[in-house]
């Protein structure tokens, strides 16, 4: 999803004396507040099982040891002449965990992800792109102006790219040209995968391709089958005009298809086209995704083989999608359409931060009870309770998502993305850095920002085993789509990645 924000604009500063008193201890109902009272409360509350096991196992433990050789043949005389409801008893158990087994969901492993990083000489700062758009001849003086605006409002660096055909004067917009930027941004990331996991093209047995804007014939999953000779047989699918959020619906598919097909790889490559989608007009809702929307993509090897375990970076343990296309405001906030002089683009409607934190709200909904302990959602329904029944004007208890996962990959989009989802789940700066880093460096990568995110908390060496990931994209629809992945050992970066030269250089400080 795209998005911008004019950052918080700051007024003048009241001047007021203040006094300080002296303390010897600090004013403790001011500093500890209820921050440590949550987290005791917390801390019982997901342990309150372990707690109540214990004394019971002590219980058990101290009445077999106080037991004499008489109670055990006892015991076992009950035993033998109760051997019909024994033999039941052990047939019902043997079924049931068979059936167990078999139905059972089978574990997606993440192998191993590539993301594409183009040649520098496809970067475009920006005095290059103000300069290209004038010398194009198809923007007026109030459209290049506003492109300015954005461009040093939208948290984007000096770094990011543009494909081959738009650093021509005019720009080649040919069908070539759109399919050499897809080849070279799906193939380098695939190289570089099958390179780091040592995996055959032939051993591919699920193939999924995304990108919304560029659908050619053949498409863009055949020209993977052409490039890599896969088998034929293999279950290829090719996603379009499902917006920023379709890497998260191509795992989703990815995943089901791995419950249906057993001890076999699945590859997702997500990607957005520049070259044929770039508008050249002068109607400013249609003028900012120019501005945002940056060459990237990314190549993702899952298995649902048992022996990966031991090799992968991560299990996937829950996707939760929401589509709020039924609504015709949230359908038509992020379109494709011609303005008034015929020229098409992609218009964003004023509404659309609202329409996202609709859909972000019914997507945690769905995505809490699933991954929040239950301590905090215990305290959200106490809220509801007292709420409903008792004060209306309390306010509503948003749960700490921090006591669910240790990272969080926010969707690229823009600035004002990042900012309201920061605000909206009370994250702490180094929770969003990686969001932040990534739309700075690489721009708005459409559905792969959540890759190149990932590699950047991997390069920072933070990844611990058993910490949760929470990847959170939005996209046209309007759609908000979830993904929680569990680090299965300390994740280091993989060889060649995106942020493999520049990683020291971040964090950089952003401009407000």
């Not at 209306?392 to 969080?408: C, V």
Request: aromatic share 10%; proline share 4%; with cysteine.
């Amino acid at each position: 999803m795209e998005g911008t924000g004019d950052g918080g604009g700051g007024g003048g500063e009241g001047q007021a004396v203040r006094i300080q008193h002296t303390r010897i201890l600090p004013d403790f109902l001011q500093s500890v507040n209820l921050k440590y009272v949550k987290l005791g409360y917390h801390y019982l509350i997901s342990n309150l099982f372990t707690f109540c096991l214990v004394p019971l196992m002590i219980v058990i433990l101290v009445e077999a040891s106080q037991s004499n050789p008489d109670d055990m043949r006892q015991l076992w005389l009950h035993l033998k002449y109760n051997l019909v409801s024994v033999i039941i008893c052990s047939a019902v158990l043997v079924f049931g965990s068979t059936v167990y087994i078999m139905t059972r969901p089978r574990p997606v492993y993440l192998v191993d992800y590539s993301c594409y990083r183009a040649p520098d000489h496809l970067k475009a700062p920006y005095s290059q792109f103000m300069e290209h758009s004038r010398l194009t001849g198809d923007f007026d003086e109030s459209a290049l102006e506003f492109q300015r605006k954005i461009l040093e409002r939208s948290g984007l660096g000096e770094e990011t790219y543009v494909p081959e055909a738009m650093h021509y004067v005019p720009p080649r917009l040919s069908m070539a040209a759109a399919r050499e930027e897809a080849e070279q941004v799906m193939f380098g990331a695939l190289d570089n995968l099958f390179l780091n996991t040592a995996i055959k093209p032939k051993d591919i047995g699920i193939l999924v391709v995304n990108c919304s804007l560029f659908n050619p014939t053949p498409s863009l999953s055949a020209m993977i089958v052409n490039k890599y000779k896969l088998r034929g047989n293999i279950r290829s699918f090719n996603l379009g005009g499902m917006g920023c959020s379709a890497g998260v619906i191509a795992i989703d598919l990815a995943k089901d298809m791995l419950q249906v097909h057993r001890n076999t790889y699945a590859v997702v490559v997500s990607t957005e086209n520049i070259t044929q989608n770039w508008y050249f007009g002068n109607k400013k809702a249609m003028l900012i995704p120019n501005c945002l929307f940056r060459v990237g993509g990314s190549a993702v090897l899952l298995s649902n083989k048992s022996v990966d375990r031991k090799r992968a970076k991560y299990k996937l343990v829950h996707v939760v999608r929401t589509h709020r296309g039924a609504d015709d405001k949230a359908f038509r906030c992020v379109y494709q359409e011609q303005d008034d002089a015929g020229k098409t683009g992609v218009t964003l409607s004023k509404e659309l931060m609202a329409i996202a934190g609709g859909a972000l709200k019914t997507n945690i909904t769905t995505l809490g009870p699933l991954v929040l302990p239950i301590s905090e959602q215990l305290l959200f329904f106490a809220t509801l309770v007292v709420k409903k029944f008792f004060s209306p004007h309390i306010k509503p208890y948003i749960p700490d998502f921090k006591l669910a996962f240790e990272h969080f990959c926010i969707h690229a989009g823009g600035r004002a993305v990042i900012d309201e989802l920061e605000k909206n789940l009370q994250l702490l700066p180094i929770h969003v850095e990686a969001s932040r880093m990534t739309l700075h460096r690489f721009g708005n990568t459409s559905s792969s920002s959540i890759w190149y995110e990932l590699a950047y908390i991997e390069a920072k060496g933070r990844m611990r085993k058993g910490n949760r990931v929470w990847q959170i994209a939005f996209g046209s629809g309007f759609k908000c789509n979830s993904a929680v992945w569990e680090a299965l050992r300390n994740v280091k970066q993989s060889c060649n990645g995106p942020w493999e030269d520049c990683i020291d250089k971040y964090p950089v400080k952003l401009v407000s």
